[in-house]
């Protein structure tokens, strides 16, 4: 009898721990492919955000993980194939010259991959896709409403989930089908593992920095020093890891109870849930609104009176604004691939209201650079600080010169990032300076409006 061939294909899932999808392809075939594809700028992002690449700390974060990932397999008897091809044209190929049946992966936030799930779905009737939430806290079935009815603001979301129950993670696969005996694709190999990153990434390295978090007293202050600009500890760092996917939203709620059982809850704890029901709305409203999440208008479809200055993109993308605290943020996004979350509302504030841009480019230059980049997060928050998105109470302008006398009240911040340059004044450069990209052209990519 014939083997029945799956293949797994790895998007913002990357680990083996607490992985359900992993677990029911392992009960299911006889052999097993685990598909990784690298991910490439697409046009739409080389528009907005004005970048080729992406940013070094955001490739090591990436490259560090898909090699832990391999480990963990390996000792599974099984290896990452990571291939430099678009995700469409590589499955298309396995399913062809392999005969792969049963298609497994992660129910994705992102419209552009769901929209290669749905080609192949509608190109290959017998293929067995089988879709399932492994990054949240709570599955579409639990939701208790529709996602259609998903509510307008995360005040009404909150409420109405914050009475269920957080499933518990589930252990570690213990087995994996063996790959096919006629695999005979090499893949690309890795070349920004290890270095001197801010942050290692890796489901190992992930799970570590957890134990860590949970076994100091950070958690217990973490509503009181959340809004710090600098330094580890004043905020929890699990985005990294959560947003590939190498720790699961469920494994930390389960050591965040474990502590509180430990050491008392308190406001502070509680606030840590609450800061990842925030990530589990944006989750659901990036699929329940799709492509309207990177609409100029966002949801409504509202545009706001902003536009596109190039000299003034690059002023606020280089941080030589005429704002200490921005410039700082900026300098500190740029050599590490991280920003508070403090920070980000700044930069994003000064972005919309004092330079007067389109959020967009704000929002796709985000996704060029951070380690921790998270497509629902990202565009959400955008949207939601634009005033076009998840609050209809309108846009968000931050006073910075408040903010800074709150924040980084002795301007060490601003000392330790540079952040006072001499900015030039805005508007100095003409158009025809603007410098014209060369980014690759993938024909295949879906784009965005
Ligand atoms: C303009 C803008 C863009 C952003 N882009 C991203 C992004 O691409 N990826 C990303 O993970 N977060 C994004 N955020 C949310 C937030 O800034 C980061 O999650 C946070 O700074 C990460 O640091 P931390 O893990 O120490 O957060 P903590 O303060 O310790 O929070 C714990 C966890 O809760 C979640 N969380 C906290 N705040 C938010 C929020 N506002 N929205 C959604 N989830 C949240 C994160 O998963 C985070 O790891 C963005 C915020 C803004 C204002």
Excluded at 71 to 84: E, F, I, K, P
Excluded at 122 to 151: G, I, Y
């Amino acid at each position: 009898m014939s083997k029945v061939i799956g293949l797994y294909w790895f998007t913002n899932d990357l680990r083996v721990h607490d992985n359900p999808l992993l677990s029911k392809a392992a009960a299911e075939v006889d052999q097993l492919i685990c598909l990784y594809c690298y991910p490439s700028v697409s046009p739409y992002l080389a528009r907005y955000s004005q970048q080729a690449k992406w940013s070094e700390p955001k490739l090591q974060f990436l490259d560090a993980s898909l090699h832990c990932l391999n480990l963990s397999l390996n000792a599974l008897n099984q290896r990452l194939l990571v291939v430099d091809s678009h995700p469409y044209h590589a499955i298309k190929d396995l399913v062809y010259g392999l005969g792969v049946s049963h298609l497994y992966v992660d129910a994705v936030a992102g419209c552009d991959e769901q929209s290669i799930i749905d080609s192949l779905k509608a190109e290959f009737d017998a293929l067995d896709v089988a879709q399932k939430e492994v990054r949240t806290l709570f599955t579409l079935e639990q939701l208790p409403f529709e996602l259609s009815a998903l509510p307008d603001t995360f005040t009404q979301f909150r409420k109405q989930v914050e009475p269920l129950v957080v499933p518990l993670p589930i252990s570690w696969v213990k087995r994996l089908p063996s790959l096919p005996d006629t695999l005979s694709l090499p893949g690309i190999s890795l070349t920004h593992h290890g270095g001197s990153a801010l942050f290692e990434g890796g489901e190992q390295a992930g799970l570590a920095h957890c134990r860590r978090y949970f076994s100091s007293a950070c958690p217990s202050e973490y509503k009181e020093t959340r809004n710090a600009l600098d330094g580890l500890d004043y905020s929890t760092k699990f985005s990294p890891w959560l947003a590939h996917g190498c720790l699961s939203a469920k494994t930390i709620y389960a050591m965040l109870k474990r502590y509180e059982r430990l050491n008392g809850a308190n406001e502070s704890t509680y606030w840590i849930y609450f800061e990842l029901l925030w990530r589990e709305y944006f989750y659901w409203y990036a699929r329940r609104y799709r492509q309207k999440l990177f609409r100029f208008g966002g949801i409504r479809n509202q545009p706001p009176l902003t536009s596109f200055y190039a000299h003034r993109f690059q002023q606020w993308k280089n941080g030589q604004t005429p704002f200490a605290i921005v410039n700082a943020c900026m300098h500190q996004l740029n050599q590490t691939g991280y920003m508070s979350n403090r920070g980000r509302q700044l930069v994003a504030s000064c972005l919309i209201h004092e330079l007067g841009l389109d959020w967009r480019y704000g929002a796709a230059y985000f996704e060029s650079q951070l380690i921790d980049y998270d497509v629902a997060s990202n565009w959400g928050n955008w949207q939601y600080l634009a005033g076009v998105g998840a609050d209809p109470r309108g846009s968000r302008q931050f006073n910075l010169e408040k903010q800074t006398q709150m924040y980084d009240p002795y301007q060490e911040f601003i000392d330790r990032w540079q952040g006072r340059c001499d900015a030039s004044p805005l508007d100095s450069v003409d158009m025809v300076d603007w410098p014209v990209l060369t980014g690759r052209r993938d024909p295949s990519a879906v784009g965005k409006p």
